[in-house]
Nanobody, 116 residues
Framework: QVQLVESGGGLVQAGGSLRLSCAASINILTIRLMGWYRQASGKQRESVAIITTSGSTDYADSVKGRFTISRDNARNTVYLQMNSLKAEDTAVYYC??????????WGQGTQVTVSS
């Protein structure tokens, strides 16, 4: 079964940048979809960005133009580059993967805190 490990979270000032990493335990070319979700305190978990094995991407309206999802197939890793961060981006960010035998797999989460 695929396992996901996130890293790269931390504390940053508004307007700054962070890059999150999600390392998968299997070849990510065998994973049909990977992405990032986030959950702010008191709110539901929401989709942030997704990427397919073909390279297609999709973003939440709130992060378009600021966040970029990408992948490194050789390292079995998906990244989320976050620029122009806002206080509203503060949340726990979770890596997500969907495979044929595991439709919903989640990482442990990494905290991102943006100060204003």
């Amino acid at each position: 079964q695929v396992q996901l490990v996130e890293s790269g979270g931390g504390l940053v000032q508004a307007g700054g940048s962070l890059r999150l990493s999600c390392a998968a335990s299997i070849n990510i070319l065998t994973i049909r979809l990977m992405g990032w979700y986030r959950q702010a305190s008191g709110k539901q978990r929401e989709s942030v960005a997704i990427i397919t094995t073909s390279g297609s991407t999709d973003y939440a309206d709130s992060v378009k133009g600021r966040f970029t999802i990408s992948r490194d197939n050789a390292r079995n890793t998906v990244y989320l580059q976050m620029n122009s961060l806002k206080a509203e981006d503060t949340a726990v960010y979770y890596c997500y993967a969907s495979t044929k035998i595991q439709p919903n797999t989640w990482g442990q989460g990494t905290q991102v805190t943006v100060s204003s």
